[in-house]
């Protein structure tokens, strides 16, 4: 023990998972908040910042860029399911707008039909749009930030780190 350690004692089972269960709820919100930049920043590189995608290029000049599939993307609060917690990271489509503009593509509509596109978006984008008009593969770009997360421990090491700071021992 040295000094300056933080020793905090229960003098019952349910106060230490209580207190377990805040340190929890309050970490899970914090690295899912992480994930969820970090899904922003894939998005910008991968999909707004390849050629013909960024807002400066020449080529894009028929649409307007919104970013709002950017500021659409978010952290649900935590659920606890038995001894299971989760956040959830995600697409609310119901953020962004659908809208036409004079001589451009009308935004988050189909250019064909006018219909509203905002739910498929995020799917065209990972997984490929089959357009005739506009065809692209997909970008993998959540699958690809779930394989790294995983890979590399991030939510184990997020919370070993969290739980030392509180003065717990972990063994990983």
Same mark, same amino acid.
């Given at each position: 023990?040295n000094?300056?350690?933080i020793?905090? %004692?229960f003098s019952n089972? #349910?106060d230490?998972?209580k207190? =377990?269960?805040?340190?929890?709820n309050a ?6 908040e ?10 910008k590189a991968k999909?707004y910042?390849? @050629?013909?995608? *960024?807002q ?7 649409y307007?860029?919104?970013f709002q ?5 978010? =952290?649900?609060p %935590? ?7 989760s @956040?959830?990271i995600?697409?609310?489509?119901d953020?962004?707008? %659908?809208?036409s503009?004079?001589? #451009?593509?009308?935004t *988050?509509?189909s ?5 509203d ?12 749009n089959?357009s005739?008009?506009?065809?692209? #593969?997909?970008?993998?770009? @959540?699958?690809?930030?779930a394989?790294?997360?995983i ?9 070993v780190k969290?739980?030392e ?8």
């Amino acid at each position: 023990m040295n000094e300056g350690d933080i020793i905090k %004692t229960f003098s019952n089972w #349910k106060d230490l998972e209580k207190y =377990l269960t805040s340190i929890i709820n309050a970490e899970i919100q914090k690295v899912g908040e992480e994930v969820r930049k970090a899904l922003k920043q894939e998005l910008k590189a991968k999909f707004y910042g390849r @050629v013909g995608y *960024h807002q400066n290029q020449e080529s894009t000049g028929w649409y307007d860029r919104t970013f709002q599939l950017l500021e659409c993307i978010t =952290l649900s609060p %935590t659920n606890i399911n038995g001894n299971e917690y989760s @956040v959830r990271i995600f697409y609310d489509s119901d953020k962004m707008t %659908t809208f036409s503009t004079e001589g #451009k593509w009308s935004t *988050h509509e189909s250019i064909i039909d006018g219909r509203d596109f905002r739910k498929a978006l995020p799917e065209v984008i990972e997984y490929g749009n089959p357009s005739p008009i506009y065809e692209w #593969k997909g970008f993998d770009i @959540v699958g690809d930030l779930a394989d790294r997360l995983i890979d590399d421990k991030v939510v184990l090491q997020w919370f070993v780190k969290a739980l030392e700071k509180k003065g717990f021992k972990c063994i990983v």
